[in-house]
C-alpha cells in the first residue's frame, strides 16, 4: 500500500526538512509541494492526493481556509495540519473545517507517520496535547464565553480579507487578488469591524493574529498602530 502524499508549507527550509522526514518512511510517496493555502487547493483538484500535510499558518489562505474550501469541493482529500501552536482557538477551528489531523510541529517526527495512516483509513488522529484540549472543551462546553467566538460569525471571504489586512496589503491590492472591487473591499472591512467589535485596522490586526491568520512572531505582542496598516 501506498499513501499518496501532498506536503504545503511556506517556508522552504521547514518543506524540506518534512519531505526528508516523510522520504524516510514507508509506503509514503510525495506526490506534490505548494507554499501556500491558495496553491493547496489547486494541487488538491489537480493531483487528488491521498493525504495533503499542511502548515496553519501561511500567506494568501492559510491551512484552516484551504481545507473549508477542499471540503467544499467535495474532493476525497483527506488533510492533516501541521502547526507550532496549540491554541485552543486554532484547534476549534480546524476541527470544524473537517481536517483528519493535527499534529504539532514539535512532535512531528514521532506522530505524523501515524496521523498519515489514520487519515489515510479516514480516522482522525490529534497531537497529545491538542486531544488533551479537545477532551478538556468537551468536557466543559461552557467554560468559553456564552456568545461563542465572533471570528466563527464570518464568512469564509471575510477570513481570507481579515489575513491580507493583516498581511498589511492595500485595498487596491486586495481587491487586485481577490478580482473585486476596491469598494467590495472597504465593505467587508466595515463588517469586520462590526462584526468582531473593533474601532480601527489595529484591533483587526490583533483579532488576525489571536485566531491564528498570521504568525504572532510578525507583529509580536504589540500590533502597529493604523499608521502602519493600509487603508
Do not use: W
Not at 14 to 26: D, I, P, Q, S
Not at 57 to 65: A, F, H, K, S, Y
Not at 74 to 81: A, G, N, S
Amino acid at each position: 500500500m501506498i499513501i499518496r502524499v501532498a506536503l504545503v508549507e511556506d517556508h522552504q527550509i521547514v518543506r524540506a526538512g518534512v519531505r526528508a522526514l516523510l522520504e524516510k518512511m514507508g509506503g509514503i510517496e510525495i506526490v506534490g509541494e505548494a507554499s501556500n493555502g491558495q496553491e493547496a487547493v489547486l494541487l488538491a483538484q489537480r493531483l487528488l492526493p491521498d493525504v495533503l500535510i499542511m502548515d496553519i499558518r501561511m500567506p494568501i489562505m492559510n491551512g484552516i481556509q484551504a481545507a473549508e474550501r477542499i471540503r467544499e469541493l467535495k474532493l476525497p482529500t483527506r488533510i492533516i495540519l501541521l502547526s507550532m501552536y496549540s491554541d485552543e482557538s486554532l484547534i476549534h477551528q480546524a476541527i470544524k473545517s473537517g481536517v483528519r489531523g493535527y499534529v504539532l510541529k514539535s512532535s512531528a517526527s514521532e506522530e505524523l507517520l501515524l496521523a498519515i495512516q489514520a487519515a489515510y483509513r479516514g480516522e482522525t488522529f490529534l497531537s497529545g496535547p491538542v486531544s488533551s484540549i479537545v477532551v478538556d472543551k468537551a468536557a466543559n462546553p461552557h467554560r468559553a464565553e456564552e456568545g461563542g467566538e465572533p471570528f466563527d460569525t464570518l464568512s469564509p471571504r471575510e477570513k481570507e480579507i481579515l489575513q491580507l489586512i493583516a498581511e498589511e496589503l492595500t485595498s487596491s491590492e486586495i481587491a487586485t487578488q481577490l478580482s473585486i472591487s476596491e469598494k467590495t473591499v472597504e465593505k467587508h472591512r466595515a463588517h469586520l469591524m462590526e462584526k468582531l467589535g473593533v474601532r480601527n485596522l489595529a484591533g483587526l490586526v490583533r483579532l488576525a493574529v489571536k485566531y491564528g491568520l498570521v504568525d504572532r512572531e510578525i507583529y509580536g505582542k504589540k500590533p502597529p498602530d493604523n499608521g502602519g496598516i493600509p487603508h
